[in-house]
């Protein structure tokens, strides 16, 4: 596995997109959450993009990351984008 510079909270995902050979973006956020009865907390967020990756792939990835991080669940969030590279 080649060197990956990052910090003790990515290098687990980090390890992960590599073993499914996903390329990827991994950035901390901020933001806030309304639970069901109406309390509102704000939090930290690690946000994961995956690029070009399949289905399965993202499903098999986002089951790994709540079980890493002692998650209950996590959202995942689709979207089409038309990417090019500018050289």
């Known amino acids: ?4 510079g990052s910090s ?10 590599f073993i ?3 390329a990827f973006s991994v950035a901390f956020e901020e933001g806030g959450y309304f639970y069901e009865d109406g309390d509102y907390v ?8 995956l690029i070009d990756a399949e289905r399965d792939t ?3 990835i986002a089951k790994d ?3 890493m991080f ?17 050289m």
């Not at 596995?1 to 990956?4: A, D, F, H, K, L």
């Not at 704000?42 to 993009?49: D, H, I, M, R, S």
Request: positive net charge; glycine residues 2%; contains cysteine.
């Open 20 to 22: 499914y050979h996903a």
């Open 70 to 86: 002692h998650q209950e669940s996590i959202l995942v969030t689709e979207d089409n984008v038309k990417g090019y590279y500018i």
């Open 42 to 49: 704000e939090e930290k967020t690690l946000v994961l993009t």
């Open 58 to 60: 993202i499903q098999k």
């Open 8 to 17: 003790a909270k990515t290098m687990p995902l980090k390890k992960l997109c």
């Open 1 to 4: 596995m080649p060197r990956i």
């Open 65 to 67: 990351f709540c079980s």
